[in-house]
């Protein structure tokens, strides 16, 4: 009986002290460029929604002639033609400035997860730069790798690598 007293007031003790400790927030980076909605209102960086916008989408791939930007094997530099999509992918923004997009950057199956999902990111921040250096506002673009976890084709030779390394703008709300 002793023990099981002894046993039960230790129970509650360390549940009663585990009650009392508040963890401290995390660190949060500081935001060089608040984002902003749609009507101009800033927005929190946790407070973003991500509501794709298909016709949109449909709209300025009619316009731009893509959504898409390829890349070489383990590369992130734009060549030529990347560039002349994500200009007119520029110019659609510009003319809709009520729409936000998030640049997501793919990757091939080769490499490993952590590889891949900091190659994509460099390639997402590759295109968003350019659409930045286009006049687009930073605030309107978000930027998401995700690697080798999202493949727009299937297979495991160059034709399908090369349809996967890529960054995709996504219009959002």
């Known amino acids: 009986m002793r023990k099981s007293l002894i046993l ?3 129970v509650i003790a360390l549940a009663a002290s585990g009650c009392a400790r508040k963890q401290a927030a ?3 980076p500081p ?4 984002p902003t909605g749609p009507g101009g209102e800033a927005v929190a960086p946790g407070d973003v929604e991500l509501t794709e916008l298909p016709a949109q989408q449909a709209d300025l791939i009619a316009k731009a002639g893509s959504d898409t930007v390829y890349f070489g094997t383990d590369e992130y530099a734009l060549d030529a033609s990347a560039q ?3 200009a007119a992918q520029a110019r659609w923004l510009l003319a809709n400035p009520n729409v936000r997009a998030s640049i997501e950057g793919h990757a091939d199956e080769r490499g490993t997860r952590e590889y891949n999902m900091a190659l994509g990111e460099r390639r997402a921040n590759a295109a968003r730069e350019y659409l930045v250096s286009q006049g687009v506002p930073a605030g309107r673009l978000l930027v998401t790798s995700w690697g080798k976890e999202r493949p727009v084709a299937a297979g495991s030779n160059e034709e399908a690598w090369a349809q996967n390394r890529r960054a995709v703008t996504v219009l959002v709300r």
Do not use: D, S
Not at 31 to 34: D, G, H, L, M, S
């Open 8 to 10: 039960g007031a230790a």
């Open 26 to 28: 995390p660190e949060t």
């Open 31 to 34: 935001v060089t460029e608040q």
């Open 84 to 86: 002349a999509t994500l």
